[in-house]
């Protein structure tokens, strides 16, 4: 038996040690057509979607599906539009594991490359990443329906009514849920954003980092990149190691931002009770932090600068981009400059009105601009763009009475980090974020079942022994629990 086998054998064990209560609590619901209605719809099966299943599993909520639009194995930009080398937290980030030690990445790593190799590496490779994601999706026995995509949602009496779209043959399918959670990562919050300039080039000229960007055809090709983020300059050393002739990264600020405030806020107390704080001062922490924006690696900055072909040019705005021929002129404070192709390394736009799948949704949703007006100086509109959102994620009503369906669907997205801070698109959040997350579906199924529970409370007869001079059978403990585990005591 190998290292990994070991280790699932031990996993085993560990979740069977801690599976109490065992009992299936959740009453069923049948929808108009007799159908079994979903206690949870889980969009998304990355890291998040996963971590969320594993919390639903703990919690005996077992009647919930997860779908993702993408291919088997390439959920969350691990093998799609993240660049980098290696994860930019640190290794013994955990966090999908929800505090099981034998499911945390170190042991899976250990298990097949042993403690001294754990030692001695610097942080975990992407693909690393990826695949301890898909053996923990296996081990724990979580089934994700790949190639299934949202495109709608819409009340259902009290109820959700999602629409999904299979898109190996186009099939719609219609499915009724009493929460869904979307466990999107970035993408389904808005949009990738692109100054104007860039975005009125024809799109031969140019690419977001968030797209598929065909590198091999940049060889041998002049290539600026904008942004001084960790995005921009993972894109910039992925184009030099496909042979770019040059790679140059513009920015607009006269330095590199080197100081990472999100390691400052790495403690529990931040990550774990940020949420319960006032408006003015969540606001305040995520205007400045958002503002401030993520300093890239010392890794990653090495990765670019070790090219001769590699130059950084701050203070240098694109003020104007001017196609000439099959090349852009770059019109900056600090003068003209050429390239063959432009990559926006500009981040993401927050903006739930863009998403085609939030029609109906996010015109009703709350926001924090619906919600919370910042004192002078602390204004940021693209901050007031973000949902605001109530204690277990869900979504809250802009007008009160006016859409209370809301609340069944739980955000758990990069949009919740101004109500939230770090946490639905957060690794080193995600061992606070998503016991929280779980806790309030949980909470939520169990009061909308209080009169099912107060019934089944008051017709529970099960004695645990025989007076004397009674017939029959006590039912012993383990019939009692089994009676508990397929629900039959309802």
Same mark, same amino acid.
């Given at each position: 038996?190998?290292?990994?086998?070991?280790?699932?054998?031990?996993?085993?064990?560990?979740?069977?040690?801690?599976?109490?209560?065992?009992?299936?609590?959740?009453?069923?619901?049948?929808?108009?057509?007799?159908?079994?209605?979903?206690?949870?719809?889980?969009?998304?099966?990355?890291? *998040?979607?996963?971590?969320?299943?594993?919390?639903?599993?703990?919690?005996?909520?077992?009647?919930?599906?997860?779908?993702?639009?993408?291919?088997?194995?390439?959920?969350?930009?691990?093998?799609?539009?993240?660049?980098?080398?290696?994860?930019?937290?640190?290794?013994?980030?955990?966090?999908?594991?929800?505090?099981?030690?034998?499911?945390?990445?170190?042991?899976?790593?250990?298990?097949?490359?042993?403690?001294?190799?754990?030692?001695?590496?610097?942080?975990?490779?992407?693909?690393?990443?990826?695949?301890?994601?898909?053996?923990?999706?296996?081990?724990?026995?979580?089934?994700?329906?790949?190639?299934?995509?949202?495109?709608?949602?819409?009340?259902? *009496?009290?109820?959700?009514?999602?629409?999904?779209?299979?898109?190996?043959?186009?099939?719609?399918?219609?499915?009724?849920?009493?929460?869904?959670?979307?466990?999107?990562?970035?993408?389904?919050?808005?949009?990738?954003?692109?100054?104007?300039?860039?975005?009125?080039?024809?799109?031969?000229?140019?690419?977001?980092?968030?797209?598929?960007?065909?590198?091999?055809?940049?060889?041998?090709?002049?290539?600026?990149?904008?942004?001084?983020?960790?995005?921009?300059?993972?894109?910039?050393?992925?184009?030099?190691?496909?042979?770019?002739?040059?790679?140059?990264?513009?920015?607009?600020?006269?330095?590199?931002?080197?100081?990472?405030?999100?390691?400052?806020?790495?403690?529990?107390?931040?990550?774990?009770?940020?949420?319960?704080?006032?408006?003015?001062?969540?606001?305040?922490?995520?205007?400045?932090?958002?503002?401030?924006?993520?300093?890239?690696?010392?890794?990653?900055?090495?990765?670019?600068?070790?090219?001769?072909?590699?130059?950084?040019?701050?203070?240098?705005?694109?003020?104007?981009?001017?196609?000439?021929?099959?090349?852009?002129?770059?019109?900056?404070?600090?003068?003209?400059?050429?390239?063959?192709?432009?990559?926006?390394?500009?981040?993401?736009?927050?903006?739930?009105?863009?998403?085609?799948?939030?029609? *109906?949704?996010?015109?009703?949703?709350?926001?924090?601009?619906?919600?919370?007006?910042?004192?002078?100086?602390?204004?940021?509109?693209?901050?007031?763009?973000?949902?605001?959102?109530?204690?277990?994620?869900?979504?809250?009503?802009?007008?009160?009475?006016?859409?209370?369906?809301?609340?069944?669907?739980?955000?758990?997205?990069?949009?919740?980090?101004?109500?939230?801070?770090?946490?639905?698109?957060?690794?080193?959040?995600?061992?606070?974020?998503?016991?929280?997350?779980?806790?309030?579906?949980?909470?939520?199924?169990?009061?909308?079942?209080?009169?099912?529970?107060?019934?089944?409370?008051?017709?529970?007869?099960?004695?645990?022994?025989?007076?004397?001079?009674?017939? *029959?059978?006590?039912?012993?403990?383990?019939?009692?629990?089994?009676?508990?585990?397929?629900?039959?005591?309802?």
């Amino acid at each position: 038996m190998n290292g990994l086998e070991q280790l699932e054998r031990q996993a085993a064990v560990d979740l069977e040690r801690i599976a109490y209560p065992r009992g299936a609590w959740v009453p069923s619901r049948q929808d108009a057509a007799g159908r079994r209605v979903l206690d949870v719809l889980v969009v998304g099966g990355g890291q *998040g979607g996963l971590a969320v299943a594993h919390g639903l599993l703990r919690a005996r909520v077992t009647n919930f599906r997860v779908v993702d639009r993408s291919e088997p194995g390439r959920e969350g930009p691990w093998l799609t539009y993240a660049r980098m080398a290696t994860l930019r937290s640190p290794k013994e980030v955990n966090g999908p594991d929800l505090d099981v030690p034998s499911l945390t990445f170190q042991a899976w790593f250990e298990a097949q490359h042993g403690a001294a190799a754990w030692v001695a590496l610097n942080k975990i490779a992407k693909q690393d990443w990826a695949a301890y994601l898909l053996w923990l999706r296996r081990v724990l026995g979580i089934d994700i329906e790949n190639g299934v995509e949202l495109t709608g949602i819409a009340p259902d *009496g009290e109820h959700l009514r999602a629409t999904l779209r299979h898109l190996v043959d186009g099939r719609r399918e219609t499915v009724t849920a009493r929460k869904l959670v979307l466990a999107t990562g970035i993408e389904a919050s808005g949009r990738w954003w692109a100054p104007p300039q860039v975005e009125a080039l024809d799109r031969r000229f140019w690419a977001h980092t968030g797209d598929d960007i065909d590198f091999g055809a940049l060889a041998g090709r002049r290539v600026a990149v904008l942004g001084a983020g960790a995005s921009a300059f993972d894109n910039a050393a992925t184009a030099l190691e496909a042979g770019a002739a040059e790679v140059a990264v513009y920015c607009r600020r006269p330095e590199l931002q080197r100081v990472q405030p999100f390691k400052w806020l790495s403690f529990p107390g931040f990550l774990d009770h940020f949420a319960e704080l006032d408006d003015s001062w969540r606001w305040r922490f995520m205007n400045h932090l958002l503002t401030m924006r993520e300093a890239f690696p010392r890794e990653t900055w090495e990765r670019a600068a070790r090219h001769p072909a590699f130059r950084l040019e701050t203070a240098a705005e694109w003020q104007r981009c001017e196609p000439l021929g099959d090349t852009v002129r770059l019109h900056t404070p600090r003068g003209v400059f050429e390239a063959d192709f432009l990559i926006a390394g500009t981040g993401f736009d927050v903006d739930l009105s863009v998403r085609p799948e939030m029609a *109906g949704i996010a015109e009703r949703a709350a926001l924090w601009a619906d919600r919370y007006t910042p004192p002078e100086g602390e204004s940021n509109p693209r901050l007031a763009r973000y949902p605001y959102l109530g204690p277990g994620f869900e979504l809250l009503e802009k007008v009160p009475g006016s859409a209370p369906w809301l609340r069944h669907i739980r955000l758990f997205t990069y949009a919740t980090t101004v109500s939230f801070g770090p946490s639905g698109a957060s690794i080193n959040a995600m061992k606070f974020a998503v016991p929280k997350l779980v806790s309030g579906i949980v909470g939520d199924l169990f009061r909308e079942d209080l009169a099912s529970h107060w019934d089944a409370l008051r017709s529970y007869d099960l004695p645990e022994f025989l007076l004397p001079g009674e017939t *029959g059978e006590a039912a012993p403990v383990k019939a009692v629990l089994e009676r508990q585990a397929d629900g039959s005591f309802r």
